[in-house]
């Protein structure tokens, strides 16, 4: 499983499942006032994950979360599940795919 989410105004974390059970490895990606993609997956199968701090003037400074299909036509291989708790300002995005599924950021290199 992935997990993906904002933290203040500036930092992305995606926590990645370990082969180890019950242990997640976080890395933060820094993005202040830009957008910051990811693909989950493969180049013809998965989803950009896309975060955004502040996308739209009546959010009151909350993270978005997009998602689009990777290639046309060719369904998304995992379960995924947004939510938003209570008092928070970021929603979590899980996205249940196996523990070696590539996770790259968009215009950088792999996790």
Same mark, same amino acid.
């Given at each position: 499983?992935?997990?993906i989410y904002g933290y203040s105004d500036?930092? *992305? #974390?995606?926590?990645?499942?370990?082969?180890?059970?019950?242990?997640?490895?976080?890395?933060?990606?820094?993005?202040?006032?830009?957008? %910051?993609? #990811?693909?989950?997956?493969?180049?013809?199968? =998965? *989803?950009? *994950?896309?975060?955004?701090? =502040?996308?739209?003037?009546? +959010?009151? =400074?909350?993270?978005?979360?997009?998602?689009?299909? %990777?290639?046309? =036509?060719?369904?998304?291989?995992?379960? %995924?599940?947004?939510?938003?708790?209570?008092?928070?300002?970021?929603?979590?995005?899980? %996205?249940?795919?196996?523990?070696?599924?590539? *996770?790259?950021?968009?215009?950088?290199? +792999?996790?």
């Amino acid at each position: 499983m992935i997990k993906i989410y904002g933290y203040s105004d500036d930092t *992305v #974390f995606v926590e990645r499942e370990s082969i180890e059970p019950a242990y997640y490895h976080a890395v933060d990606f820094g993005c202040y006032d830009e957008p %910051i993609t #990811f693909r989950i997956g493969t180049d013809k199968s =998965g *989803v950009f *994950v896309t975060m955004r701090y =502040g996308a739209h003037t009546h +959010s009151g =400074g909350t993270w978005s979360t997009e998602l689009e299909m %990777i290639e046309e =036509g060719v369904p998304v291989p995992w379960g %995924i599940f947004w939510k938003v708790e209570e008092g928070k300002y970021t929603g979590l995005l899980s %996205i249940n795919c196996p523990a070696d599924t590539p *996770v790259v950021r968009i215009g950088e290199g +792999s996790e």
